[in-house]
């Protein structure tokens, strides 16, 4: 199994987003105004921005750097614990919803000749078996 990135284009990724937030928020130039208004649930509200747009983020990154991201073959089924597992459909993209926000996660999908039963190989292909 191999991660989908490495940890530089990560944290590049991840460094110019909050950038562009820190930008937007709170511009270096002290003659542009701060964003947001005057009161603390003005304030609150650029939070919320910040975690709907970083954490998300982050959580991507996150998955894709897991080890266990792609699978090159099955492995083991986690019913029977058969290693007779193939792979049945190429990667494909997932959106999950969290409390942050909405995630785009990649998903492989295994079947297990002993069991029949399908899976996700991968823990952060959203790591849930699923009855097939």
Do not use: N
């Not at 701060?34 to 983020?57: H, N, Q, Y």
């Amino acid at each position: 199994m191999a991660a989908l990135t490495d940890r530089q284009k990560a944290r590049e990724r991840l460094s110019h987003a909050f950038q562009s937030i820190l930008d937007k928020m709170v511009p270096a130039d002290e003659g542009v105004p701060l964003a947001g208004g005057r009161t603390f649930v003005e304030w609150e509200d650029l939070a919320d921005e910040v975690d709907r747009t970083l954490v998300p983020m982050f959580l991507e990154e996150r998955a894709a750097l897991d080890a266990a991201a792609q699978a090159d073959c099955g492995g083991r089924c986690p019913y029977c614990h058969s290693d007779r597992v193939y792979l049945i459909k190429a990667a494909r993209q997932v959106e999950v919803q969290t409390p942050h926000g909405a995630v785009v996660l990649t998903k492989q999908s295994c079947r297990c000749r002993q069991c029949d039963r399908s899976f996700s190989p991968s823990r952060a292909g959203l790591g849930t078996a699923v009855r097939g």
